[in-house]
């Protein structure tokens, strides 16, 4: 089986969960990375002790997948508190999950968002989709988020308090167009786990992920040209013949070669900034439900800052055409307006053109008739099931599964 030549393209979290699983079984597959490192679209920055992921993401610790290939102890998982602090114009309350943390009971009772008949809706939501299961989800109809939620009943005043200022910060778009589907997995898993952030940044999954992928080489700073029925070709170097491929970026069917305008991607931006002082406690999310506020959320890193200083993330979603100097300065006035939060310093900036796949009809299960362009090589991703870390590791175990096949 060593002398088996399995490539996978991309050391994201799709391909290190493929290598993962082919390497479990024996084989010795070469991953190929067009950057330095592992991760994709999962990486930190560390710095003086402070961690800094390429984003704002959280780990769903009901995820099928994320229980199935990472050990959660050893990423000592710093867990959110459920719900947010929401605010607006100054003025801030706290929504909660009291079935699941008692101490948010009468804060969410009392706070001004939306009726009691949303709150309690809210629970009968949670209970209906906790006994709905994953694959029923993604038969169901889809629709938009937004029509979904009028037609649970809920009121405009929640919808605009809570569910869009919230959904915004996960599907990375602020009218709640997002299929149904991923509505329901989303909010089922939030109420069936918690959202996580390992101690040392949402990067370090990506890591656990390729030590685990024991018997894989890395060829990192490789770009991959094309594949071709025999060879794969890279921008540097000869051609090199393969048994099998496992391509986690879009390809071309037809001649083989990358071909990333065939996904449409939803962006953001990640700010993080010192503070003097902590305006919400460590593990609640703030937002701003004002809709023509730039910032989405906000929290404060589990990672300290060496001078003593706090540290805030602060997500801008969708595009706004502003230069880095004009953002830095509507969000820090922002913070101020909505939050009360002065902003020190700005220590980092990454704009992230390509945070999620934009996707219709979205799926849960990877589906390997679909998703074989040659005989040997198949794709997998997010961008090819839905965008979220369950799905990249569930594609690229599935993608690993139907290559060993195809190699008998
Ligand atoms: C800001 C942000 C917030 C998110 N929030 C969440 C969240 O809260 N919860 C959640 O579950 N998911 C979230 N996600 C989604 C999640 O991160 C992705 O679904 C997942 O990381 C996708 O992994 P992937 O392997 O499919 O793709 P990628 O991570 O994009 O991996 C593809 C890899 O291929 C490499 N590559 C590209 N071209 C070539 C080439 N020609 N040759 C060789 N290598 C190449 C790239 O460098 C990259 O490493 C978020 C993502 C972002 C960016």
Redesign the pocket.
Known sequence: MEDVKIYV???????LVAAKTLSENGYHPVI????AGP????KTDREGGSAFDH??????TAYPQAQKHLDYSELELRRFKPGAMIFENGNSCRIGDPLRDLSSLLPTLKAPVGSWSDKWKIFRLSSQLKKKSIEEIFESDEKTTLQYLKDFGFSDEIIRQFFRPFFTG?F?EGELRTSSRMFEFTFKMFSEGAAAIPAMGIGDISLQLASQAKQCSFRYM???EQITRDHLVLAHGDPLPYDGIIS??PLNPKNGK?DLGQVQWKR?D?LYFTTKSQAIPHGVIGLVADESALVNNLYYNFSQCKSGAWLLSVTVVGNHGLDTATLEQRVREELQQHCGIEAIDLVRHYP?EK??PDLENLQYHWNADHNRILERVFTA???RVN??????MASGEAAALALMQQLG
Do not use: H, K, M, W
Not at 9 to 15: K, P, R, T
Not at 32 to 35: F, L, N, Y
């Open positions: 393209i991309g050391a994201g979290i799709s391909g190929i990375e067009a950057t991760g994709g679209r999962v984003g704002f993401q959280v780990l769903l996960i990375l490789e770009s991959v986690t970026i990358p953001c990640n992230i945070a999620l991703g997010d961008y965008g979220s870390l369950n799905a990249a």
